[in-house]
C-alpha cells in the first residue's frame, strides 16, 4: 500500500561521474516498508507551479526478512536538463523532498520454481538488483537455483556498485556477475568481464525457455532488444519481466 511522507537526504556520494548515491531517511522517523525490485515517486512542482513526479528504484539492502529498513536508497542519474535532476543534484544534506510508495510488482515471486536468474540491468537499472541481494542469498541453496547479473554499461567507472556485486559473486557461487563493457575493457579485464552489450552475455548464457526467468531493468531500448533476443530462444513471455525507466512527465 503506497504511503505518502517526507524524505530528507541523509547521505550521498557519486557513484560514476554522473550518478548520484542518495540515502534518505523518513522525516518522521519511521522505517520504510518495501519488496525489493520496487520503486518510489519523488513529487516536485516545475518552475511554473504545475505538480509532477519521477520514480527511482530503491536500492536499499535490508536484512533480507522484509522487515522495514530505516534508510532509502536511490542512485540518480543525471539527465541533461531534466527537472528531476535539477532538483535531486542540488539537493544538500538535511534537505528534504515529497516522496510516496512503494510502487511496483518487478519483483522476485514465490511460486516460481525456475533454476536460473537471469538479471539484466544497464545504468541504474542494476539498483532493484543490488536490493535483492539479501533475498537471493537465502533462495539460490534454499531452492539450489542459479543467479547470472548480466550488466551493461559503457566502462568500468559507469559500473554501479560494481564491487559489491563482485564481493557477493565471491560469497555466493551460483551468482554470477557479468560486467558488458561496450566502450572499452578495464586496464585488467576480470573473468566475467564480456566486451559488448549485454546481448553478448545473454547469448553465451544460451537462455533455456525450461529453466529460465529473465528480469530486464533500465534503458528502454535494451529492454526491448534483450527482450527480443529471450522471446526468440523460446521464453514464454510471463518469463521475461521488465521495468523501463522512461520519464514519468
Ligand atoms: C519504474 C521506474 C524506475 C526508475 N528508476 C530510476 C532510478 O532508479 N534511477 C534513475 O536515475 N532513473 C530512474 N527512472 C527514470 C526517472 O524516473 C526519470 O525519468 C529520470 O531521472 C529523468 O528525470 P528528469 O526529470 O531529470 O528528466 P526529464 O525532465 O523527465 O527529461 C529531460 C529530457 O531528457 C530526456 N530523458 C529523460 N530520461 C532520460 C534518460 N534516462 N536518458 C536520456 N534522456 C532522457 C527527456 O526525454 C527530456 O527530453 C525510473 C523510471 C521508472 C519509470
Known amino acids: 500500500m503506497a504511503d505518502h511522507f517526507s524524505l530528507r537526504l541523509a547521505a550521498s556520494r557519486m557513484l560514476a561521474p554522473s550518478v548520484r548515491h542518495m540515502a534518505f531517511e523518513r522525516s518522521d522517523g519511521a522505517a520504510f516498508a518495501f519488496v525489493p525490485g520496487q520503486f518510489l515517486q519523488i513529487h516536485f512542482n516545475y518552475a511554473d507551479g504545475k505538480p509532477t513526479k519521477r520514480s527511482y528504484s530503491v536500492a536499499t539492502i535490508g536484512a533480507g526478512d522484509g522487515s522495514p529498513v530505516p534508510r532509502i536508497e536511490i542512485a540518480v542519474s543525471y539527465v541533461e536538463g531534466g527537472a528531476a535532476t535539477e532538483l535531486l543534484g542540488n539537493l ?20 516460481d520454481a525456475n533454476r536460473r536468474y537471469l538479471l539484466v540491468a544497464t545504468g541504474t537499472g542494476v539498483t532493484p538488483y543490488r536490493a535483492m541481494l539479501p533475498q537471493l542469498a537465502v533462495l539460490m541453496p534454499a531452492r539450489n537455483v542459479s543467479v547470472a547479473l548480466v550488466y551493461g554499461a559503457r566502462n568500468e567507472s559507469e559500473l554501479l556498485y560494481g564491487d559489491e556485486f563482485e564481493a557477493f559473486a565471491r560469497e555466493n557461487p551460483r551468482f554470477q556477475f557479468y560486467a558488458c563493457l561496450s566502450r572499452g575493457a578495464r586496464a585488467q579485464p576480470r573473468p566475467h568481464d564480456r566486451n559488448g552489450h549485454v546481448q553478448v552475455a545473454l547469448e553465451e548464457l544460451e537462455p533455456d525457455p525450461a529453466h529460465d526467468i529473465a528480469y530486464l531493468c533500465g534503458n528502454p531500448n535494451m529492454v526491448d532488444q534483450a527482450f527480443a533476443l529471450l522471446k526468440d ?4 513471455i510471463p518469463h521475461i519481466r521488465r521495468e523501463k525507466y522512461v520519464s514519468s512527465r
Open 233 to 236: 530462444a523460446g521464453l514464454p
Open 92 to 111: 544538500t544534506e538535511g534537505q528534504s523532498v515529497d516522496a510516496s510508495g512503494p510502487y511496483g510488482r518487478f519483483c522476485l515471486m514465490e511460486p
